[in-house]
């Protein structure tokens, strides 16, 4: 019973581990992409926030 439970435990932490270098593997292959489409320029805002006025940020 102890055992099995072990085992279970352990193919937990290997499916988490695996799962984890599959993420940054691909995240890392995604930023690669991007970086050789965008040109290395910063990306454009989608929409800019309106300017904030300091006196509503103190109250």
């Known amino acids: ?3 099995g439970l072990g085992v ?3 193919a937990l932490v290997a499916i ?3 799962g984890n270098l ?3 593997l691909v995240e890392s292959v995604l930023s ?3 970086k050789l489409f965008s040109r290395g320029g910063e990306p ?3 929409h800019p926030f309106p300017p904030e006025d300091e006196a509503e ?3």
């Open 1 to 3: 019973m102890l055992s």
């Open 8 to 10: 279970f435990l352990l």
């Open 16 to 18: 988490f581990i695996v």
């Open 22 to 24: 599959w993420f940054h």
């Open 32 to 34: 690669r992409i991007k």
């Open 44 to 46: 454009n805002t989608w």
């Open 57 to 59: 940020n103190k109250e």
